[in-house]
């Protein structure tokens, strides 16, 4: 049970929120918890939507954002969000169970997404804190300094999801992820 109530459906939301969750229904099929116990907040929500809609008009590749969102979810314990980017990435970014996995812990089965993925914990573990080879790094692995950029909103987009999923206890309403083998 979430520890600030979660609108039932669109017209429990507040007023401001309630045309921003009919694009979510209309864009998903539905409106999942994340997004209707951020509705209490209109703004917050025009917010995460904003940057979150506009990060998807980026360079980086749908299956890229949802690896840095799994390897972050992991770093955070957000079993909402791993649960939520297990789904998308499977669904809709096509991932399989093994790069699921493998971004999970941090990496990729794919070269170049894996240095992306490994940059991306490194950022979320050092708090921001990363060295100039670590940035040289990506850029030698053909990132463009638009792509390092967006790498980086994606690790703050996500540890903002993460952080408003454990603080206030979303239910999960997506299939439950089991946790990593130590």
Known sequence: MSR????????AAPE????LLDAVNKQLGSVPNLFRIVSNSPAAL????????ALAKGKLPAATRERIALAV??????????????Y??????????TEI?????GSSTDARAAVAVNFATTIARRRGAVAGGEVQAVRDAGYSDAEIVEIIAHV??????????EVLGTEIDFPVVEALAA
């Open 46 to 53: 025009e917010g995460y939507l904003s940057l979150s809609g």
């Open 88 to 97: 998308l990435g499977k669904n809709l970014a096509k991932l399989d169970s």
């Open 73 to 86: 979810a992991e770093i955070n314990e957000c079993g909402y969000c791993l649960a939520a980017h297990s």
């Open 16 to 19: 401001a929120s309630r045309p």
């Open 156 to 165: 703050a987009l996500n540890t903002l999801t993460n952080y408003v999923n």
């Open 4 to 11: 600030i109530p979660t609108p039932a459906d669109t017209a």
């Open 101 to 105: 996995v493998a971004n999970r812990n």
